[in-house]
């Protein structure tokens, strides 16, 4: 079966609005995530700034992290998304997957190290304990975009410092469903 639907034409993706998804036994509204963020809407939170490099990655990590759903991990280098992780029950899950991807691609193309080296992560919402950082960090990220808010995050801006990552705020979530 075919089914063609003529829309006149889509909305703006920055347009703000509800969507509806269904789900047994009803349906779940929820506000559209048009949110963007840019370098002057992020606020620096650990001892060390992102490098410049690390900035322009973070901020595409974010993007990619804007379409990936529930407890999302994005890793990326060089403009490119290198591993991620999504729909898991824990953060730190979502982390290891990532990091699972990121070394696979390493494989298939026959690199010796890990593609996670070196790379940025973003977050969709905000690390709840300091073990999605030490994840992170083992797997070779250098530095972090979250939106912040958990009542851990001195904790979590701590882990950071000790392993030197730059974090940065955005102040805003991703997390959908």
Request: with cysteine; net charge neutral; glycine share 10%.
């Amino acid at each position: 079966n075919l089914r063609v639907l003529l829309t006149g034409g889509m909305p703006s993706p920055s347009r703000t609005g509800m969507t509806l998804k269904s789900v047994s036994g009803g349906f779940l509204l929820q506000s559209r995530d048009a949110g963007m963020v840019g370098v002057d809407d992020l606020k620096v939170v650990t001892k060390r700034a992102p490098t410049d490099e690390e900035m322009t990655d973070l901020l595409f990590a974010w993007k990619v992290c804007k379409h990936v759903k529930s407890n999302a991990i994005v890793f990326a280098k060089g403009g490119a998304s290198i591993g991620a992780g999504a729909g898991q029950m824990s953060r730190v899950d979502s982390a290891r997957i990532a990091t699972w991807k990121a070394r696979e691609a390493a494989e298939a193309a026959q690199e010796e190290a890990s593609r996670a080296v070196g790379s940025v992560c973003a977050s969709d919402a905000f690390f709840p304990f300091a073990d999605g950082v030490e994840a992170i960090a083992e797997a070779g990220c250098t530095a972090v975009i979250q939106p912040g808010g958990s009542r851990r995050d001195a904790e979590v801006i701590a882990a950071c410092d000790e392993r030197d990552i730059a974090m940065v705020f955005t102040g805003m979530r991703h997390f959908r469903h």
